[in-house]
């Protein structure tokens, strides 16, 4: 099943609205928000907006998660922002 | 003379074992005297402060690196392993001090050429330390900065043709035996396979997409020299389906004690005239071997393929001829539901070149599609198969039921039926009922 | 220092850039005599410790000769190991799983003289730089972990451990004269990157004491829901607290619940659990990942604590030493280390290991415990 047109947008309001609790969230995060979307359909989404610029991983080193580039507590925590 | 004393640390430069202290000191000499003019591009006495700060943790007993989740080449979320030290004043050399993880070819076998383009990229741009190679396989780089991680990837791309290591929620780098480039034992190219299927999937690999971590490996044989069984979550492990091979004048010969048994392997110590009776036939788990007449004669059909009888004669008995591979999956180390070891979803592929292993890649992406669906956030397949059960992962894999799938058979009888299992399924009419049965 | 740029433009990331080309083909770095008869080798034999020989069909012989490295290794390091490569093998070389090298020549006498080379080379230190062996029915090179040389979750170190221990074993690593391989392992914390779980001896660092808890600061570096988020056992919930008048948004942790992985301290620095008293080694024994003869096997916990003892950590060495002498002279020929644990059993194991057996080495840890505790009238006094 393909994702609606505005798919981009659906994830940038999700990272929006919950931005407010968390900066990162899980790739499963992403899937749940279109019911009838596959995983890979979603991948591709949040790719292109990593070569956009938009989003940026961040990785504990066993698990990997994204965010909106600069959000968060973590990038001014570890002197790269 | 060295930036930091470090006495603790001194102590393990004494005994036979290669000590990585020494070998961090030369690293540190030929960064000081620098005889090549090289323009370091990370701090040239970084060597000096990770024993620094190597020899703190000796002292007190803790570590002082921190973890940091940012770091990276742009559009990879994974290869690259943030490290800080906690110490950054008494330390600045090693203040930020990155992990690089890099591809190392199927089977680790290297031109000294290549080796040294590494290790010349490695000297300009990091501290020169590294890993030969980290636990799933890739040569490992110890220690860089934020900006030289970029120009490390393009020069690794560009001059080197090779691309970073997998880590974090993805495909990680899958390794193999050294298979058929120099062992007589390999079922199948696990070379070959290993680097097959690392490029097929290299978007996995660097691009997370996946509950949690997700490992390859590739084993020969039995033997299983890379540990697939025991630590990927996709294992694929040679095997064959006749009968082994053997060869009766070597057998003679190894009984009359002509070549020595196990390759040489137990040569240490007098064990003994070699037994065959009791150092083989009697040790085969499934008891299909005998030796009569000066014969050794094999059951084929139940052997089991254990392949002691083969390393134990190497000269008189071979592999069999119908090759392929095994596949378990859903190995993983105890955390955090406790260990578990692959559970065999195959007992027997194919490993076709010819059709770029349609078959495998088909099991592997069935089992994907349903890890990314049902797998909840980090949980390693094994675990996703122990809650949902085997038949889920069987079922998306595409594979059929097979009682070699299990040890034994269930031995609790509360089957989870499903309305088509069951004659005239689960739509039943209590007024028909009412007709055969008062209340 | 001037910056070198390698070509790379940071304003436009996305040009010229190379991406997804995987590793190198291995074919290109495979020894001519490798390349000429793959998939065609007929058997092997070990000519003495860590020189071996392989024969194809073709009739070709290869010549091989194993020595041991630390995984630690500087690029001085291994561009000596390619002088020698280049002037003894024709310029190539290979790594084994176990992080030792491997040369390949072509003749018996070539072998034996670079043996005898290689065995000759030492660090300034006294150590040797080379030492050929991790053959047969011996102790191979240890597998490990990074330690407190570049981990920020670890319970002891790696390198440390490894060289203290091999020191401890190393005549079993140039000898082959145990009753079957002995595979080390070693893995610095329990997340285990290295994997030690099917280990002939697996040492393992372990904490033991809860996370600390930086409540003031907590807040400013963390996100509450992510560090909750990361306890496998669920044992973080959010909290408010007042020191000294002051509000702060910050976590409680449930001490009892706790496994000691620090998962938390990855997510949250402002969780750290690293601590001198707490934290240690434990040692499991008795695991395999081979087929041969038995199935493979999951190591157990045999000794559950022992103090870090740095730089050497004697008692940990003497115990591991303990354990392969005892079962060297016990064991049957063929016999891995579990195997005979559990034909002679666990409490002969004990008793003839010199182990004390204590309360937590019986499972409790969620289903698998049920399935170790003993359910027959089959034991020995």
Not at chain 1, 2 to 26: C, H, N, T, V
Not at chain 3, 145 to 156: F, R
């Amino acid at each position: 099943m393909a994702l609606p047109d505005d798919a981009k947008e659906q994830i940038l309001k999700m990272l929006e609205d919950k931005g407010k609790m968390k900066s990162k969230f899980y790739f499963n995060d992403f899937t749940k928000i279109f019911e009838d979307g596959k995983p890979r359909e979603v991948k591709k989404i949040l790719t292109t907006l990593v070569n956009e610029g938009v989003l940026i991983f961040w990785s504990s080193g066993s698990t990997t998660m994204y965010g909106l580039a600069g959000a968060g507590k973590q990038s001014a925590g570890e002197g790269e922002a | 003379m060295a930036k930091h004393k470090t006495p603790l640390l001194d102590q393990l430069e004494s005994g036979p074992w290669p000590s990585f202290v020494s070998d961090i000191k030369q690293e540190c000499d030929s960064r000081a005297k620098n005889v090549n003019g090289i323009d370091y591009q990370v701090a040239a006495d970084c060597p000096d402060d990770l024993l620094g700060v190597l020899e703190l943790s000796y002292k007190d007993g803790e570590t002082h690196w921190k973890h940091g989740g940012i770091v990276g080449v742009f559009g990879y979320g994974g290869g690259v392993i943030g490290r800080y030290c906690d110490q950054p004043e008494m330390f600045p050399s090693v203040a930020h001090f990155h992990t690089v993880r890099v591809n190392q070819p199927s089977g680790k076998y290297y031109s000294t050429e290549f080796l040294g383009s590494l290790c010349d990229l490695w000297e300009l741009r990091g501290s020169g330390l590294t890993n030969m190679h980290g636990a799933t396989g890739d040569i490992v780089f110890i220690g860089t900065t934020t900006p030289q991680l970029e120009e490390i990837f393009y020069e690794l791309t560009h001059n080197l043709e090779t691309d970073l290591g997998g880590s974090g929620s993805n495909l990680r780098t899958p390794a193999t035996c050294l298979g058929m480039s120099r062992c007589e034992y390999a079922c199948y190219d696990t070379q070959g396979l290993c680097h097959d299927m690392t490029n097929e999937y290299q978007d996995e690999l660097h691009r997370p997409a996946f509950p949690y971590k997700f490992k390859f490996k590739f084993d020969g044989c039995p033997n299983g020299c890379v540990a697939s069984i025991a630590r990927s979550d996709f294992s694929v492990m040679g095997t064959w389906r006749d009968s082994l091979r053997i060869d009766q004048k070597a057998v003679a010969a190894y009984v009359a004690g002509e070549i020595a048994p196990n390759a040489g392997a137990h040569s240490g110590r007098d064990w003994g005239k070699f037994d065959i009776q009791a150092e083989v036939i009697d040790l085969c788990p499934s008891q299909c071997l005998s030796y009569e007449g000066g014969k050794l004669l094999i059951d084929a059909k139940e052997c089991v393929r254990c392949m002691h009888c083969i390393n134990t004669m190497p000269q008189a008995c071979r592999i069999g001829e119908d090759t392929g591979a095994m596949i378990f999956c859903g190995a993983k180390s105890p955390i955090l539901d406790g260990a578990q070891m692959g559970s065999l979803l195959m007992p027997f592929v194919v490993v076709d070149e010819g059709n770029e292993y349609r078959e495998i890649k088909d099991v592997v992406e069935g089992i994907w599609d349903f890890w990314m669906e049902e797998g909840k956030n980090r949980e390693r397949l094994g675990e996703t198969m122990k809650r949902m059960g085997f038949q889920a992962i069987i079922k998306a894999a595409g594979v059929p039921f097979d009682v070699r799938q299990v040890q034994e058979p269930r031995t609790n009888p509360y089957i989870f039926w499903k309305a088509e299992d069951v004659t005239g399924g689960w739509d039943n009419d209590i007024a028909d009922y009412r007709k055969r049965h008062k209340l | 220092m001037a910056f070198i740029s390698s070509g790379y433009n940071p304003a436009k990331p996305m040009e010229n850039r190379i991406t997804d080309i995987g590793p190198k083909h291995f074919e290109q770095f495979l020894p001519e005599m490798c390349k000429k008869n793959f998939g065609k080798w007929l058997y092997h034999e070990i000519l003495e410790p860590g020189v071996l020989m392989h024969k194809a069909e073709s009739g070709d012989e290869i010549y091989t000769v194993r020595f041991g490295g630390a995984r630690l290794m500087t690029i001085t390091h291994i561009r000596e190991i390619c002088a020698i490569a280049d002037k003894y093998c024709g310029g190539k070389l290979r790594f084994t799983t176990r992080n030792n090298i491997e040369l390949m020549v072509e003749t018996k006498d070539a072998a034996l003289k670079l043996k005898a080379y290689l065995n000759a080379q030492k660090f300034d230190g006294g150590s040797q730089k080379f030492p050929v062996g991790g053959t047969g029915a011996g102790v191979t090179n240890i597998v490990h972990t990074q330690g407190w040389v570049h981990c920020h979750t670890p319970a002891t170190d790696a390198s440390g451990t490894v060289k203290a221990t091999m020191d401890a074993v190393f005549e079993e690593f140039t000898n082959m004269r145990l009753p079957a391989p002995v595979r080390i392992s070693m893995a610095c914390c329990l997340n285990m990157c290295g994997a030690v779980h099917c280990s002939d001896i697996a040492i393992l660092g372990i904490h033991r004491k809860p996370p600390m808890i930086d409540h003031k600061i907590l807040d400013n570096i963390c996100e509450v829901p992510l560090a909750v988020a990361a306890c496998p056992t669920g044992a973080i919930r959010p909290t408010k607290i007042e020191i000294d008048g002051e509000k702060y948004n910050t976590v409680a942790v449930k001490n009892e619940r706790c496994m000691f992985c620090g998962n938390c301290y990855t997510m949250c620095p402002a969780m750290p659990l690293a601590d001198a008293q707490g934290d240690g080694i434990a040692l499991m024994v008795g695991g395999k990942i081979s087929n041969r003869i038995s199935h493979p096997a999951f190591s157990r916990v045999v000794v559950p604590f022992i103090p870090n003892e740095p730089p050497r950590w004697p008692t940990m060495t003497a115990t591991v030493k303990k354990i392969l002498d005892v079962y060297a002279a016990d064991a049957k020929k063929y016999e891995r280390l579990g195997d005979w644990a559990c034909r002679i059993g666990w409490e002969r194991f004990f008793e003839k290991c010199d182990l004390e057996f204590t309360e937590h080495l019986i499972d409790d840890f969620r289903d698998p415990a049920y399935y170790t505790w003993r359910q027959t009238s089959q034991f020995k006094f």
